[in-house]
């Protein structure tokens, strides 16, 4: 029996620790999720990924849109040849306001940073990152867990157990670690190390990244962390609200990058196909010795044909341009001498490192 | 023939340098501090101090290293601690071991320091005068071209390109008439620039210390990513403004000290310092004129602007203003500035979308 042909829309979401995919039908209906752990190394993981999805999804489907977002995004746009690169501010409040449509806070814990996205009435009127410290992220929960010898999973459910948290200071994560030592050393029970561990993270949350800001019911927590019942709970007792986390909640990025693909009224995708999930995709750095910047360039190779060189902080290295964003950085920032003269781009200044 | 170090503030650097070679100095000055010069500075500053003091100290150890003299700083009687930055950068060099005499612009004794040191005649100073002052005009003109262009452009990069390339030639004219002829030349060749009229653009206004405004590296060049981003931005530095400020020129200057107290009364009434009231009077103006929103930019560790800061949060939620802040300091990660530019700019299309919305 031939079944009717169907056009799903992809969203990528490679973040610090995970790359997550996303497929969903015309109408924004999740049809397939996928959370893999790239343990370093965006582009096998995004090919791997691809591996798994091609296997999985029924022959009649197309990809018929592309989107991309995260900090590895603009690396996958490149890689997949997608539509659209979004940051990941605006699709996970995508995300978010699909599937909650009244919502008005949404906490977002990832591997590397933490967001506060304040909604009204459907619309994103304000946001927060956290700055330069990674205090209060997944990665750091990780390297906790490592430490303990216990995978993240069981550190969820220890946290949730303890009765009495002890007190942890949150405010750095190199004394946070310190302070659990004394307290281990001390004899507390791991349980309440833990959860004094998930509450001190919440902390440096609300101080740090929510400084001020209104936090109104209904809330969505999502990100990575958001499968954490310990930081869950710790939420919940901080605030004193309910926290909402929705089904998607490790993939939220990808879903709103998937529904922002939807949106965006694709007519020919510029997808380049599972093919390249089998492809030998290299990256090289260069150095570019023209001025006194010394850009450190990258160009993505995939089987000997080159893809697009990135990190120049000129024009003169990119050659193929992907989206607005992408030309941020494009006049001279040497010295007076050095940015007023025309230089010519010439291949053979350039030494390979 | 002596030569001068010149802090950089951005484009006007072209400007400042054809002031010091009618006076017979060669000029060492940049566009914009360059990645070494950025190590430089905060290697040999003290932890604590703003961005732009170490932008301008690793300026100034690069020149040093490379033989260059002497050095001008600002030492304007304001209420932050740029004034005493030429002391404390007189000091460091000296500990560092390298021979610069850095001398303040400001009052110095009778004679003025550039006149003392370098001895120019007085045709000199004149012709430096007024090829300054007109290379300064011309700049400004280019800045808002540009600012205007850059969002409609047809082909991404044509105003970039086009800016660049008028620049270099201002930089080869030294003829004042020659430079007053350029100037009114700049419209015309902005106006070749296939744009497209019709298309919404965002206003947005970019706010903050000066030299992080102006200067490409330490921002991050926000402006020519908001411009495209399809944003028309309004850069509140703009030196020829500045300058009639400073010497309180033009009776209806808009943006004289007691403007800019009487547009922020009710939020700030002292001029906290450095370009702080400016931030808050501009932000409320902008608001008045119909912005969709702005940017604050703040170097890390500068006092004015930290201490505005909450004041700035107030005034523009009173207003509900879009307000992005923006803090620099020489760690800060290009990705980051990416994320939450391009975030706020999606905030602002989504606000005027809903606006439009309502209206019809």
């Not at chain 1, 169907?6 to 990528?12: A, R």
């Not at chain 1, 790239?38 to 197309?62: F, K």
């Amino acid at each position: 029996m031939k079944r009717e042909c169907m056009n799903v829309y992809l969203g990528i979401d490679v973040g610090s620790i995970s790359t997550n995919l996303v497929i969903v039908d015309g109408g924004g209906e999740v049809l397939f999720t996928l959370y893999d752990r790239g343990e370093g190394n965006p582009i096998r993981s995004i090919q791997q990924s691809l591996c798994r999805l091609e296997a999985e999804l029924p022959s009649n489907m197309t990809i018929a849109g592309v989107c991309t977002t995260g900090s590895g995004g603009r690396l996958a746009a490149v890689v997949v040849g997608a539509d659209l690169f979004k940051n990941e501010i605006t699709a996970h409040a995508r995300a978010s306001i699909h599937l909650h449509p009244d919502v008005q806070t949404i906490l977002e814990i990832g591997g590397q940073d933490s967001k506060l996205t304040i909604v009204r009435d459907r619309l994103v009127v304000d946001f927060s990152m956290n700055l330069v410290c990674a205090a209060g992220t997944g990665s750091f929960l990780d390297s906790q867990a490592k430490r303990l010898g216990i995978s993240i999973e069981a550190l969820s459910a220890a946290a949730v157990l303890s009765k009495n948290p002890t007190a942890i200071a949150g405010r750095c994560t190199v004394f946070a670690e310190s302070d659990m030592i004394h307290k281990q050393q001390s004899g507390h029970r791991q349980n309440d190390i833990l959860m004094g561990l998930c509450h001190a993270m919440v902390r440096n949350f609300l101080s740090n990244v929510c400084r001020g800001k209104k936090i109104r019911p209904p809330i969505v927590f999502q990100g990575g962390v958001s499968a954490n019942q310990g930081i869950r709970r710790a939420f919940t007792e901080a605030l004193q609200m309910e926290i909402m986390v929705p089904k998607y909640s490790m993939v939220m990025g990808a879903y709103g990058a998937a529904l922002l693909a939807v949106q965006a009224g694709i007519v020919k995708t510029g997808f380049r196909g599972f093919a390249i999930a089998e492809h030998k995709i290299e990256t090289r750095s260069l150095l570019c010795s023209d001025c006194a910047n010394n850009c450190e360039l990258l160009e993505i190779v995939d089987e000997g044909n080159l893809l697009r060189r990135t990190g120049g902080r000129c024009r003169k290295w990119d050659r193929s341009y992907f989206s607005g964003s992408e030309k941020v950085v494009v006049s001279d920032m040497a010295t007076r001498a050095g940015a007023l003269e025309d230089k010519d781009c010439s291949d053979n200044c350039c030494s390979e490192s | 023939m002596h030569r001068l170090a010149i802090p950089n503030i951005g484009n006007y650097a072209v400007a400042l340098a054809a002031l010091g070679e009618c006076l017979g100095v060669q000029s060492e000055t940049c566009l914009s501090i360059t990645p070494e010069m950025m190590a430089l500075g905060a290697q040999y500053a003290p932890e604590t101090c703003c961005l732009p003091m170490k932008a301008y100290l690793g300026h100034f150890v690069k020149a040093a290293r490379e033989g260059v003299e002497y050095a001008v700083m600002v030492n304007s009687i304001g209420r932050c601690r740029l004034r005493y930055y030429g002391k404390l950068q007189q000091k460091i060099l000296d500990d560092v071991g390298l021979k610069m005499h850095v001398f303040g612009l400001g009052y110095d004794g009778i004679k003025p320091p550039l006149i003392r040191y370098f001895d120019p005649t007085l045709r000199q100073v004149l012709h430096g005068g007024a090829c300054y002052v007109n290379k300064l005009i011309a700049i400004d003109i280019l800045e808002i071209e540009a600012w205007r262009t850059r969002p409609r452009e047809l082909n991404s990069g044509d105003t970039s390109q086009l800016f660049k390339q008028t620049l270099q030639q201002l930089d080869k004219l030294t003829a004042v008439r020659d430079i007053r002829k350029f100037r009114k030349t700049i419209h015309e060749r902005f106006a070749v620039v296939p744009i497209d009229a019709t298309r919404p653009v965002l206003r947005i206004g970019l706010l903050g210390e000066c030299s992080v405004l102006r200067d490409k590296y330490l921002n991050h060049n926000v402006e020519e990513m908001l411009g495209n981003l399809g944003a028309e931005v309004r850069n509140f530095f703009l030196m020829g403004t500045e300058l009639k400020s400073i010497f309180n020129l033009g009776v209806l200057n808009k943006h004289s000290r007691k403007n800019q107290l009487k547009k922020a009364r009710g939020h700030l009434h002292d001029p906290v310092g450095g370009h702080a009231l400016d931030s808050v009077a501009n932000a409320i103006r902008c608001h008045e004129q119909g912005y969709d929103g702005v940017v604050h930019i703040c170097p890390a560790g500068c006092m004015p602007e930290v201490s505005i800061r909450p004041i700035l949060r107030q005034a523009c939620k009173e207003r509900d203003f879009s307000l992005l802040e923006l803090s620099f300091d020489e760690h800060t990660g290009h990705e980051g500035v990416c994320t939450r530019i391009e975030a706020f700019v999606d905030i602002l299309w989504e606000k005027r979308r809903r606006q439009g919305f309502h209206e019809t």
